[in-house]
């Protein structure tokens, strides 16, 4: 059921960490994959297609939006995301502007135009890439908590009105991978032995363990899944 063969999917973020192993991974589950980032042309992952486009830039949304008019996209993944850590003082709005317009303005623009597109076909899947802190505050991230907590709950609105057109809308919420987004963490032993301390599995995540669940979601095995937002975070959640 988690054959993917004959299947296009967009997945943003995808030249490295999270992103990159999901493209990879659906891949390998049998679809062709468009992987989006700023700079994925240089050295995209193997197998897939990639296409240069800052989501940062409305102007540059749209315009990728009516490039891919004539593609099919039957699965869209909406990973990119960007974290700014500063004490909530001394966040800066440019900071607030940057975070919010990669985690949620972008993910909104494309779900909206792809989703439209699976409605009209009646089918398709759509996966938002939310975080631990969709459901905590977290410390010195105010502006990424607050955008994981918008995606999370878009997801949830998106599902309310296409569940019922056959286009799942759901979310993965990753706990601490070890990936460029974590790495201030990993590289200060203090803080990296206190989150640690509060994940049941004891380790930090791989970016191949987001990329499973993913490629579940997004495969007929989760056809009756809808606005779920599902954790795959080492027990971090029940702890
Ligand atoms: P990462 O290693 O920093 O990679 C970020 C990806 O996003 C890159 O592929 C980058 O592409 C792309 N990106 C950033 N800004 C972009 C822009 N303006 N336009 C287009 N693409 C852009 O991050 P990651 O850890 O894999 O995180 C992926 C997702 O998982 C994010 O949404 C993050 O919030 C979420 N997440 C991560 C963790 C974690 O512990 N790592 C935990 C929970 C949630 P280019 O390099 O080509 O620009």
Request: glycine fraction near 6%.
């Given at each position: 059921m988690t054959d993917l063969s004959g299947q296009t999917a967009l997945v943003t973020g995808?030249?490295?960490?999270i992103g990159a192993a999901i493209a990879t991974a659906l891949s390998r589950a049998g679809a062709e994959v468009i992987g989006l980032g700023?700079?994925?042309?240089?050295a995209p992952p193997p197998g897939i297609t990639p296409l240069n486009c800052d989501l940062s830039d409305r102007d540059r949304i749209a315009a990728l939006i009516a490039d891919l008019k004539d593609r099919r996209i039957d699965i869209l993944v909406n990973n990119a995301g960007i974290i700014r850590r500063a004490p909530v003082a001394e966040h800066s709005t440019e900071d607030w502007d940057a975070v919010m317009a990669v985690n949620l303005d972008a993910p909104f623009l494309l779900s909206r135009a792809f989703g439209a597109e699976m409605v009209a076909r009646g089918s398709g899947k759509i996966i938002n890439v939310a975080s631990v802190l969709s459901f905590q505050g977290g410390r010195f991230v105010p502006g990424y908590a607050a955008s994981k907590a918008a995606i999370a709950n878009l997801t949830r609105s998106f599902a309310n009105e296409w569940a019922a057109h056959g286009v799942n809308v759901n979310a993965i919420a990753p706990g601490y991978v070890a990936t460029d987004n974590t790495a201030a963490l990993q590289a200060d032993p203090e803080r990296e032995a206190q989150l640690m301390a509060r994940v049941p599995l004891g380790r930090w995540l791989r970016p191949e363990e987001i990329a499973a669940p993913v490629v579940f979601l997004a495969s007929?095995?989760?056809?009756?899944?809808?606005g779920t937002v599902l954790a795959v975070d080492g027990g971090w959640g029940g702890f």
């Open positions: 995808a030249s490295r960490g700023t700079r994925i042309e240089d007929d095995a989760a056809s009756a899944i809808h």
